[in-house]
C-alpha cells in the first residue's frame, strides 16, 4: 500500500487546491497522478506551470503526446503509458503508432518516429545528443527550437514519470483498458 494519499480538491494543501480544481475543469475529474502530487504544493505547482507552456508549445498535441508517451515507456511509468496511451488515441495518434510506442519502437509516421527517437535519445543518453541525433530529427522537418521544445516535453514528462513511479496511484476506471507493465516490455 502507498504511503502516499489521493487527494481531492477538499482534502489538498491550500496551495495545491487551484491546480486540483483546473485540471478539473480540464479533464472532467481530477487525475490520479495529480491527485498524489497535490501532497507538495512546490510539485504539482512545478508541474502546472510547465505543462501549461509545453502545451502551448509549437507541437501538435498528437506530437506532445506522442511524446509523453515515449517518455513514459523509457522510463517505465505505468500509470503514465496508460493515461498518454487515452489522449494519444483520442488526439489522433493512430493505435498502430501508439501501439509502436508502447512496445517500445518507432511508430510508422515519419514525423512522430523523429520526435519519439529524439525523446528517447534524450533520456537514454542523459541529454547527451550527439550530432547526428539533431540531424535525424532536422531532418525530419523539425527546427533547432523544437529540440528545446522537446527538452521541455521530457522534463514536464520526467516529473510525472518518476512521480508514478513513487507512489503509485491507482488507476482510473478509464484507463484500465490501456494498463501497461514494465515487467510485461
Known sequence: MSSFPTYTIDSAPAQSKPVLEQLHQTFGLIPNIA??????????NGFIGLFQRV???????????????????????????????????KEGVSPADVDAIRHGVLPD????????????ALIEKRGRLTASD???F???GFSAEQILEVIAVVAASTITNYTASVTQPPLEA????????ASAH
Open 174 to 181: 478509464q484507463f484500465e483498458e490501456f494498463a501497461w507493465h
Open 109 to 120: 509516421d515519419t514525423g512522430l518516429a523523429a520526435l519519439s527517437a529524439l525523446a528517447r
Open 134 to 136: 539533431q540531424k535525424r
Open 138 to 140: 532536422l531532418d525530419a
Open 55 to 89: 502545451h502551448s508549445s509549437s507541437l501538435t498535441e498528437p506530437q506532445i503526446q506522442t511524446l509523453l508517451l515515449t517518455n513514459a515507456v523509457v522510463n517505465a511509468s505505468e500509470w503514465p503509458v496508460a493515461f498518454h496511451t487515452a489522449l494519444a488515441l
Open 35 to 44: 491527485a498524489t502530487m497535490a501532497g507538495s504544493p512546490v510539485l504539482i
